[in-house]
């Protein structure tokens, strides 16, 4: 089983719109998520933490944890062409920092 | 922010030979750094944890003999693919967290290693 379910797209989003990104975990000792963007041929960058259930607001990007569901997502709001890549929910699986990525969803802003 | 560097960013060899790939950390010490390996249009996955001082620690799946890891100092890590193939063409990025904030990973650049 899978350690996070993203649907991998391609989300198309129109220029200026808000992209809604999900992901379901199966793990409910995870604690920490994380939402990394990564651009074709680049590694990937890290755009928000989430430790505890709730929201959280980053300039454009809003994360969104509940551990009750096991559910985080990533809302990109006023959504730019610069923003199409892949973004990947990546939970933090022990306590020396090693990380799994999945495949990610790939979102497509059209101007 | 912390930084990683890789070197070098891109690599062409010849099959059967071994090429070495430098992950630091420039402004941070590192106990522990990540190697992973990216195919294209796939995910990346994690290759094995490299420890400062100690051996590194291989996923399953991952040859220990075939890539070699040393973490010689707390800012340096070195991959070594040996008789490197075809099949070993992948973009390689080390990852490190800062020290004692292991909830924050800095990732290096890459490395594209091209087998011919």
């Known amino acids: 089983q899978k350690e996070v379910e993203q649907n991998s797209g391609p989300l198309s989003v129109p220029e200026g719109a808000i992209a809604s990104l999900n992901c379901t975990y199966s793990?409910?000792?995870?604690?920490?998520f994380f939402w990394y963007r990564q651009y074709s041929g680049k590694s990937p960058e890290l755009i928000m933490s989430i430790y505890s259930n709730g929201d959280k607001e980053d300039g454009r990007f809003t994360a969104q944890l509940n551990k009750a569901s096991q559910y985080v997502s990533l809302l990109i709001r006023d959504s730019q062409p610069s923003d199409s890549a892949t973004y990947l929910c990546?939970?933090?699986?022990?306590?020396?920092?090693?990380?799994?990525f999945g495949a990610g969803t790939q979102v497509v802003v059209t101007p | 922010g912390a930084v990683v560097s890789q070197h070098p960013s891109r690599v062409i060899c010849k099959s059967g030979t071994s090429v070495k790939i430098e992950c630091r950390s420039l402004d941070f010490q590192a106990t522990t750094m990540f190697w992973y390996r990216q195919f294209p249009k796939q995910s990346l996955m994690l290759m094995a944890t490299s420890n400062e001082g100690s051996k590194a620690t291989y996923e399953q799946g991952v040859e220990k003999d075939k890539f070699l890891i040393n973490h010689a100092s707390l800012t340096l890590s070195t991959l070594t693919v040996t008789s490197a193939h075809p099949e070993d063409s992948s973009f390689y990025i080390c990852s490190a967290p800062a020290r004692g904030h292991q909830d924050t990973q800095y990732f290096g650049p890459g490395t594209r290693l091209t087998v011919l």
């Open positions: 793990d409910r000792g995870s604690q920490s």
């Open positions: 990546v939970p933090l699986t022990d306590s020396w920092g090693k990380l799994q």
